[in-house]
Structure formats: C-alpha cells, structure tokens
C-alpha cells in the first residue's frame, strides 16, 4: 500500500454537512465569503481522517457562481484566500499534507455544450495565478470533455508542478468509458498524449496524471481499464486516480445551479469495495467528491494502513 496516496473527499458537501453557510449559486464560495472558519476545519477534518492531499476550495471562485458581477470583484481574491487558508491547514497537519490548487469547469458543471475555449481560457488564467504561489500540484476537475482538457493543458504547459487532469464520466454504463461529452475516455487520453501540432506541443509530464471524478462509482473501473490500455499504447507510465461521488446518475443537460443533485446512502465500507477495486486495476491516488466526507476517507486510512 506504500504506493497509495489518499486525496481528500467533497469540499462543497462537507460544508454543507457541519453547518456552513451554504446555499445555490454560491456553494461552497459561500463560506469563503461568510465564514472562512469553516473551510479551514473542512481540511482538517480530511487531514485528521488521513489525507495526504487536500484540495483548494476554489471550484465555486467562477461567473457560474458567483455571477459575472461578483466575479470580476472578488473571484482572484476569493481563490487565493482559499489557496491560503488549504496551505496553513497543510503545514499544521500532524503528517506531511500536499496542497493541491483547483481547477474547476469555468462555464458549468457536466456541460461540456456551455464550453466556450477563450472565456474559460481567460477565467482558468486568473484561478491559476490566484492560487499558484501556495500550492504544491495542481487538480484540474470535472472535465466533461476534450475541448476543456486541451484548454487546461494550455494552462497548465508551463508549470513545473505535477498536473493531474480528472474527467467526469457519464454515468450510463457501457463497454466504453465516456465522458459527458460523448466522447471516449480512449480518445481523450489519445488526445492528450498525442501531439498533432508541433507548434503547440502538448507536454504531458511523468509526474502528471489521468484523474476520474464527481462521477459515480461505478463508472469508474472500465474509465481505468481504457486508460491503462492507452498508457500502454503510448508506452507511458503516469498516475491514475479517482474520486467519485455519492450522487445519484446525473441526466445530461443537468443545470448545475438551478437544484442540488440527489444523493445516494454510500456507506464508508461500501466506498471502500469499490476503492479496493480501482486500486487492483491501477488507481494510485483515491479519494472522493461531492458527499464523500471525512468518515469515507478514514476508512480508505485505516486499509491503506493495514498493509
């Protein structure tokens, strides 16, 4: 189990689990804005449940939530005083804790169809920037499909950091692995370890990885199986990771803000099932997304340990 890194689990419904504020369209910006306190005692609620890796609570730092008006005033302040807030939890853990920046889907969650390459280039810029100085790898998330990875790796392709890229999966089971888009989970990783333009050469480091989440669990062991068969293809060694959630499926054409996806009875052990099997297929780094909490991730410990 040396070889198993633990992320942390669900920011936006953790908060929301121990009384933040918290509400539509802010999320989990909320209580950045209202009540700061409690985004630190989300991270250490992760640490103390044994992360390794907690995440930077900037997925909501967006126009998507927090309008075009409020954005524009405080979105960088927002995603740096989150970036300062997970870097201070990091260093008064009781164990070596990484700080990994958010990149968040900067149009809409799950809509690849609301993806417009310049504008989520320019706000990803800004995230980037804001939260660079105090973080040690970066996480871009829920990528639903290729257009949206390419654009994350155009922002990420100078940064010395580890980059992970996690997609999210349609949640309708099948053969293939697709993402929201449609698209193969082959073609994308294809997409992103091929470069077809010498000019903008796509660099995909060795320290970089391949990411599933916010995705049920479920969707996850055949999203592995393609990637390892492409990495082979490409004779590439990179990390796998995932962290699925605790929804239920998610309908294409899901408006993230206009209601609070359902979720699902998941117990800790039943997490742990399928953790077990993501990490026999491949899967070194693990954790959880939207209501996957402290108590998922102690158990994910308490295995990892027992090795």
Same mark, same amino acid.
């Given at each position: 189990m040396n070889n198993l890194t633990l992320l942390d689990g669900g920011i936006g419904r953790e908060l929301k689990r121990i009384g933040a504020p918290f509400s539509q369209p802010l999320w989990s910006a909320q209580s950045l804005i209202e009540a700061p306190h409690y985004v630190t005692q989300v991270h250490e609620n992760f640490i103390q449940a044994g992360a390794d890796i907690i995440t930077v609570n900037s997925y909501a730092c967006v126009p998507f939530h927090l309008g075009e008006t409020l954005y524009q005033?405080?979105?960088? /302040?927002?995603?740096? &005083? $989150?970036?300062? %807030?997970?870097?201070?939890?990091?260093?008064?853990?009781?164990?070596?804790?990484?700080?990994?920046?958010?990149l968040p889907p900067p149009l809409g969650s799950y809509r690849p169809d609301l993806f417009e390459q310049q504008q989520a280039l320019d706000i990803l810029t800004t995230l980037f920037e804001a939260q660079d100085e105090h973080v040690d790898l970066w996480l871009a998330e829920t990528i639903a499909s290729i257009g949206e990875a390419n654009t994350l790796v155009n922002v990420l392709k100078?940064?010395?950091?580890?980059?992970?890229?996690?997609?999210?999966?349609?949640?309708?089971?099948?053969?293939?692995?697709?993402?929201?888009?449609?698209?193969?989970?082959?073609?994308?990783?294809?997409?992103?370890?091929?470069? /077809?333009?010498?000019? &903008? $050469?796509?660099? %995909?480091?060795?320290n970089d990885g391949i990411f599933f989440n916010c995705s049920i669990p479920e969707a996850m062991e055949?999203?592995?199986?393609?990637?390892?068969?492409?990495?082979?293809?490409?004779?590439?060694?990179?990390?796998?990771?995932?962290y699925a959630n605790s929804?239920?499926?998610?309908?294409?054409?899901?408006?993230?803000?206009?209601?609070?996806?359902?979720?699902?009875?998941?117990?800790?052990?039943?997490?742990?099932?399928?953790?077990?099997?993501?990490?026999?297929?491949?899967?070194?780094?693990?954790g959880g997304c939207c209501g996957i909490n402290p108590n998922h991730i102690k158990a994910l410990a308490e295995w990892k340990h027992a090795f």
């Open positions: 005033q405080q979105g960088a /302040t927002l995603a740096r &005083q $989150a970036a300062i %807030i997970a870097k201070d939890a990091a260093n008064n853990a009781p164990h070596p804790v990484l700080v990994a920046g958010s100078n940064s010395t950091k580890p980059c992970y890229y996690a997609f999210t999966l349609s949640d309708e089971l099948g053969e293939t692995a697709r993402l929201r888009s449609g698209e193969s989970v082959a073609e994308a990783i294809d997409a992103m370890l091929t470069t /077809t333009n010498q000019e &903008q $050469a796509i660099q %995909i480091k060795e055949q999203a592995i199986r393609d990637t390892t068969s492409q990495l082979e293809k490409h004779h590439r060694q990179l990390n796998i990771g995932v929804f239920t499926p998610i309908s294409q054409g899901h408006e993230a803000n206009l209601t609070t996806q359902a979720s699902r009875d998941l117990s800790p052990e039943e997490y742990l099932v399928f953790a077990k099997k993501w990490h026999h297929l491949g899967a070194n780094i693990i």
